[in-house]
C-alpha cells in the first residue's frame, strides 16, 4: 500500500470518529499514537491532521499537539449563516437539475439514516444525516459547492458535540423526506421553505440559545397550514 493511500485511511477514519463524537472537541490528538494504530510514520499522520485542520475539524499550532476542534459560540454563528446560504442554492440548483435518479440517491440515503436509528445506531445516524446535506449538493454537479457545504457540515458536527443537545434521529429524516417531496414535486418555493425551516431546527439543536433568539416570523409559521 503507498504512503499515499495509508495517509487517506488515518485521514477517513479521523474525520468519521470526529464527526460520530467518538473523539470530543478539545482531545489531543497525539501523533505517535495514531501512527502507532496504524502503521504509518508521523509524517504521514502529519499529512492526515494537515487535511483535517484544512477543514477546520481539527487545530494544529508549531510545537503543540494538534487537537480536535473546538468552536465557539461566535464561530458556531458564523457557520451556521454561512451553510444557511449554501444550502439555499443548493436547493435552487436542485430544483432545476431535479430527476429520477437524484430523488432514487436522495430517498436511498434518507432510508439507510433511518435503519441506524432504528438499530440504535445514533452516531451513525448523526452522521448520515449531515452527510445527506453533502449528497444534496454533490446531485448539483457543482464540485466547488460540494466541497464548501462538506465542509460547513463537518464543522456543525463539532458545534453539536460542545454546544447542543441530543435529539431523536426520525425528526432529521422527516425534514429530509420533506424537502425531497417538495423538490419532486417541482416546488420551489416549498423546498426553499422547508429547508429553511429544517437548518432553523438544526441550529436549534446545535445552539439552543441561539435558535431561541431567531423565532420563525407569524407568516413563516401559517405558511405551514396553507391558505384559508
Known amino acids: 500500500m503507498s504512503a499515499s493511500s495509508r495517509a487517506d485511511i488515518a485521514y477517513q477514519s479521523l474525520r468519521r470518529a470526529i464527526i460520530e463524537q467518538a473523539v470530543k472537541p478539545g482531545a489531543k490528538l ?19 491532521l494537515a487535511r483535517l485542520h484544512a477543514e477546520g475539524l481539527v487545530d494544529v499550532r508549531p510545537k503543540r499537539t494538534a487537537t480536535v ?13 454561512v451553510r444557511r ?5 443548493v436547493v435552487a440548483i436542485l430544483a432545476r437539475r431535479w430527476s429520477a435518479a437524484a430523488k432514487t440517491a436522495l430517498l436511498a440515503h434518507i432510508d439507510e439514516e433511518d435503519a441506524a436509528g432504528r438499530r440504535g445506531d445514533h452516531a ?3 452522521r448520515l444525516a449531515g452527510e445527506f446535506h453533502i449528497v444534496l449538493a454533490r446531485l448539483t454537479g457543482n464540485a ?9 457540515v463537518s464543522r456543525s458536527s463539532l458545534i453539536l ?21 417538495a423538490l419532486d414535486a417541482g416546488d420551489e418555493e416549498r423546498a426553499m ?14 445552539l439552543p440559545d441561539q435558535a431561541s433568539q431567531e423565532e420563525p416570523s407569524l ?7 396553507g391558505a384559508p
Not at 460542545?162 to 420533506?178: F, I, K, L, N, P
Not at 407568516?219 to 397550514?225: D, G, H, M
Open 85 to 89: 446560504c449554501l444550502e439555499r442554492e
Open 219 to 225: 407568516a413563516a409559521v401559517l405558511a405551514r397550514y
Open 124 to 126: 451513525g445516524a448523526g
Open 69 to 81: 476542534a473546538a468552536p465557539t459560540a461566535d464561530e458556531a454563528r458564523a457557520i451556521f449563516d
Open 193 to 206: 421553505r422547508l429547508m429553511g425551516e429544517h437548518l432553523h431546527a438544526v441550529i436549534g439543536r446545535a
Open 161 to 181: 458535540a460542545v454546544h447542543g443537545r441530543a435529539h431523536r434521529a426520525d425528526c432529521s429524516t422527516a425534514e429530509h423526506r420533506g424537502v425531497v417531496a
Open 30 to 48: 497525539r501523533e505517535d499514537e495514531i501512527g502507532g494504530h496504524f502503521g504509518v510514520s508521523r509524517t504521514i499522520v502529519r499529512a492526515a
Open 144 to 152: 466547488l459547492l460540494e466541497r464548501y457545504v462538506s465542509e460547513v
